[in-house]
């Protein structure tokens, strides 16, 4: 079984400031971890993904993410945040040989000029 | 070139009716994925086929059919429509042969309003 917890439904920055995005998982295999984002009434995007090579892993736009096996956690974050980057991130989740994909419920990403 | 494309893109219908929306892949996937995304955002695989054959069917009521002819096809039929059922659908693919690792990819929603 696996599980995926965004613990932010809410993250509000201002802009030039650093964004942490919050996840924890739990899989009972060795785990593939995805970060999505969605615009408005957009599809949604890949940002980055491990899958057990180096633990942190850089994406696109300025976004990377560590995985900390320790701490079951794989958290966003981004030196400096842009107006663009408003919008809703998802955390994911695949087991390995899975055709299962866990989604967070999702972080909305407010910037603030 | 459009990876993954749903049609239509927007619906709006009576209760009782009977849609389709169909996807479509041109990334030689092998799995494909109907997602329903609520007003909260909140994201629920509905049914995923791999190689044309259902590996995945989650509580969906039987009003939702979906059907593969080829792996690059996977559409869905929704007889009977109701409030509930509005939403926006989304379709995705992806490599299953990667073991579990490959990302999903994702077309662009087909938001669906039942009056």
């Known amino acids: 079984a696996q599980s995926v917890t965004q613990l932010d439904s809410h993250v509000s920055v201002s802009e030039g400031t650093p964004v942490l995005l919050r996840c924890n998982y739990s899989s009972s295999y060795s785990p593939s971890l995805f970060w999505y984002v969605q615009h408005p009434n957009k599809g949604l995007q890949l940002l980055l993904k491990?899958?057990?090579?180096?633990?942190l892993v850089k994406g696109i736009n300025g976004f990377e993410a560590e995985f900390k096996k320790s701490e079951t956690s794989f958290h966003l974050t981004k030196p400096s945040a842009h107006m663009s980057d408003a919008a809703e991130y998802f955390c994911?989740?695949?087991?390995?040989?899975?055709?299962?994909?866990?989604f967070g419920k999702g972080t909305k990403l407010s910037v603030i000029p | 070139d459009t990876a993954v494309s749903q049609t239509p893109k927007y619906l709006v219908t009576q209760m009782g009716n009977d849609k389709s929306i169909k996807c479509e892949q041109n990334l030689g996937h092998d799995t494909m994925y109907w997602y329903k995304q609520d007003s909260k955002k909140f994201l629920k695989i509905m049914f995923s086929y791999n190689n044309k054959e259902l590996i995945i069917n989650e509580t969906v009521p039987n009003r939702f059919s979906p059907k593969s002819p080829d792996k690059a096809h996977l559409n869905l039929h929704i007889n009977s429509l109701e409030l509930g059922d509005s939403a926006v659908y989304f379709c995705?693919?992806?490599?299953?042969?990667?073991?579990?690792?490959?990302?999903?990819?994702f077309g662009e929603g087909s938001r669906l309003t039942v009056l």
């Open positions: 491990y899958t057990s090579a180096a633990t």
């Open positions: 994911v989740v695949s087991g390995a040989g899975s055709y299962q994909l866990t």
């Open positions: 995705a693919s992806r490599d299953a042969g990667t073991r579990g690792t490959g990302e999903l990819f």
